[in-house]
């Protein structure tokens, strides 16, 4: 079943998750969406979508290709995450208002994946945004390689 898994990543935590499915999902491609933003979904039986969450948001190329694709989308297999730094219901709600309700219902799997923050790539402003509304202090890692390994094993049986 040939897989492709659609990201987009500004500091590359989201590109190590696709990976990492695409290293344990045999076949699978991965396509990065800043330098294909028109995948050719008609040749993958299931798209797999993840995307970084900045300020509440999921990245702007996941929210394009979703928006435009949605018809598409909602005949495939498909599965959806995101990675993000918070945790629990706050990161439940940043998936909520991630993914169109449609794409989110007809979803075959969701996940959640912890995010990286490693400060001294931030610029000024996004270094305060992270301290004040993030609360983090400084660099740290919520990457779930092991979550990321059972997700895709369970890819394997959709
Ligand atoms: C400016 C900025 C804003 C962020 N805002 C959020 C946020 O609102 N919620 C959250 O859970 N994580 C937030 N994060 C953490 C990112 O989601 C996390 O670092 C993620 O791993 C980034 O993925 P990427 O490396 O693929 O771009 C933010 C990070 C930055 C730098």
Not at 18 to 46: H, Q, T, Y
Not at 47 to 74: M, Q, S, T, W
Not at 101 to 124: D, P, T, V, W
């Amino acid at each position: 079943m040939p897989a492709i898994i659609v990201f987009a990543t500004k500091y590359g935590t989201t590109e190590k998750a696709a990976s990492l499915i695409k290293d344990n999902l045999p076949g699978a491609v991965v396509c990065d969406l800043r330098k294909n933003p028109d995948p050719r979904l008609e040749e993958f039986d299931l798209v797999v979508i993840g995307g970084p969450i900045y300020a509440g948001k999921i990245h702007r190329a996941i929210k394009k290709f979703c928006r435009k694709n949605l018809e598409a989308l909602h005949m495939k297999k498909m599965a959806l995450f995101i990675c993000c730094m918070y945790e629990g219901e706050k990161a439940e709600q940043q998936f909520r208002d991630a993914y169109p309700e449609k794409l989110r219902q007809s979803a075959s799997l969701s996940a959640i994946f912890g995010g990286e923050l490693s400060l001294e790539k931030l610029n000024f402003l996004e270094r305060f945004v992270i301290k004040k509304f993030i609360g983090v202090k400084e660099s740290a890692s919520r990457f779930q390689p092991e979550k990321i390994r059972e997700f895709a094993d369970r890819l394997r049986s959709i």
